[in-house]
T-cell receptor
Framework: KAGVTQTPRYLIKTRGQQVTLSCSPI?????VSWYQQTPGQGLQFLFE???????NKGNFPGRFSGRQFSNSRSEMNVSTLELGDSALYLC?????????????FGQGTRLTVV | QQQVKQSPQSLIVQKGGIPIINCAYE??????FPWYQQFPGKGPALLIA?????SEKKEGRFTISFNKSAKQFSLHIMDSQPGDSATYFC??????????FGKGTHLIIQP
């Protein structure tokens, strides 16, 4: 069974631009969560989607948004990029939402804002 | 967001030794405690997980010990190998915000 696929793997953007990242979950998984990983803050929860609905959102500004499609694929968007948005963005897929079932991560998208 | 405190930040162990990584959580709503292993350039990989109805779980060389009353859990790696050198994250789930992660432990197993 294929794992979680994130595209692209690497991105370089300029301050003020926007970016869209994509995540394809494991087949049959309907929950997708997004996390930001930085050396200083570690892994931080961004938001979770289940059945095309955002279930909850972490403590990030409104510039961070996402959506989920009917095939469970998810995208996250960051608008008006700031230098501090440089990070590894990870998505995790699971059968059920809520963070209390097995969650499998993709390889991540490394975003660099210059 | 409720915290999960992980220690130590870094750990060096000789091959064959038993590294132990400790975590403490605050939110009593958490009911799922997975550990992840991450190699450079890769996403975190689920290693082993435990629920609070058991005090210990073993999978291969990896063991989780869980103390519900103290709100603590730990990872032990038996017969550690250089290939186990990685960053390990504890996490807690079942609250409102997906998984809450510790800051990570950078583990080095020396040959």
């Amino acid at each position: 069974k294929a794992g979680v696929t994130q595209t692209p793997r690497y991105l370089i953007k300029t301050r003020g631009q926007q970016v869209t990242l994509s995540c394809s979950p494991i087949s049959g998984h309907r929950s997708v969560s997004w996390y930001q990983q930085t050396p200083g803050q570690g892994l931080q929860f961004l938001f979770e989607y289940f059945s095309e609905t955002q279930r909850n959102k972490g403590n990030f500004p409104g510039r961070f948004s996402g959506r989920q499609f009917s095939n469970s694929r998810s995208e996250m968007n960051v608008s008006t990029l700031e230098l501090g948005d440089s990070a590894l963005y990870l998505c995790a897929s699971s059968l059920e939402p809520g963070g209390n079932t097995e969650a499998f991560f993709g390889q991540g998208t490394r975003l660099t804002v210059v | 967001q409720q915290q999960v405190k992980q220690s130590p930040q870094s750990l060096i162990v000789q091959k064959g030794g038993i590294p132990i990584i400790n975590c403490a959580y605050e939110n009593t709503a958490f009911d799922y405690f997975p550990w992840y292993q991450q190699f450079p350039g890769k996403g975190p990989a689920l290693l082993i997980a435990i629920r609070p109805d058991v005090s210990e779980k073993k999978e291969g060389r990896f063991t989780i010990s869980f103390n519900k009353s103290a709100k603590q859990f730990s990872l032990h790696i038996m017969d550690s190998q250089p290939g186990d050198s990685a960053t390990y994250f504890c996490s807690s789930g079942g609250g409102a915000d997906g998984l809450t992660f510790g800051k990570g432990t950078h583990l080095i197993i020396q040959p």
